[in-house]
């Protein structure tokens, strides 16, 4: 078979087989390109005669790349985004006249945390940009490739369990800020107000939060290293579950100070008896938007602030 060149190939096609492994549906990638469905259809069939591979399949009601597909996606997206650098040359960024949307994806009190920064340190700047923040999941990262989401927050990597065949060195990741952890106790405890030994800690019954579903925490790991261990009476997934756990029972919460911030005021907090490690969180973008000056002046000022709120806000130990 003679090798195609790129010179020989219908550039639209690119763009095309972007959005096709992008969306995995015809229907959608076609609204994106404004085809017709058919249109699209004659499209991909092309695109499987150039590649010589079926590259979308049918599996129930929805299409999955093959193998070969999964290899160029990130190349597809690289170069569709170099493409768009052209149309960019020219513009500068100015955020008190920009009107547009930044998507952000992160977990649990982390939401808080962005929201609660944005509100107070860059809405007023750029006005005209509006904060769109989700779920973080492992499907995010397809999003980050096709540029439909920014920024990505999300713990250290040894926190996260990571599925097979996710590659995360394909982005840019950067530590944001570091979190020390607090211990929390609804207000009437037996202890609240006083002074709380190691062995007495480790004498109550404790919450773990693990969204990676792991069956203990970093504070374990310390006390294993120390020959102790800890009683986890309830294990749960969600920061905001351990929250009314916490003042609805004995147990002691031991989570980060950007958690615990959230409601303080409602607690009483003290630092762990034994020292732990800070949680470092990171963010994440895929390397295409590293130049792009929107986004440059986003994640920089987002970065800055996030940091800023962080050390200038700690929670107020109770003792």
Known sequence: MKERTLESLDLNLLLALHWLLTERNVTEAASRLDL?????????????DVFNDPLLVKSGRTMLPTPKADKLQPAVAHAVERMRDILRISDTFDPGTYKGRVRIACKEYRNYLIASTWARSISAIAPGIELDIS????????????GQIDLVFMPDIAFVDVPP????????????????YIC????????????????????LE????????????????????????RRIKYRTYSFFTARYLVMDSDC?????????????????????????????TFAGWHPNWTHDQRHKWVRETLFRELHLAMDKEPVRKSA
């Open 252 to 280: 002691v919460l031991t989570a980060p100070e950007g958690f615990i911030s959230t409601f303080a005021d409602e607690v009483y907090t003290f630092a762990p008896p034994t020292q732990v490690p800070k949680l470092t």
């Open 206 to 229: 404790h919450i773990l939060v693990n969204p990676g579903g792991k069956d203990t925490g970093v504070m374990d790991q310390e006390l294993a290293r120390l020959g102790m261990s």
């Open 36 to 48: 017709s469905q058919p249109a699209m259809s004659r499209t991909l069939s092309r695109l499987r």
């Open 165 to 180: 065949g996710l590659d995360l060195d394909q982005f840019v990741q950067k530590p944001v800020f570091e979190e020390q």
């Open 184 to 203: 929390a106790i609804r207000k009437d405890h037996p202890f609240s107000g006083k002074k709380m030994s190691l062995k007495q800690y480790i004498g």
């Open 135 to 146: 779920d973080l999941t492992f499907a995010a990262a397809n999003d980050l490739v096709s």
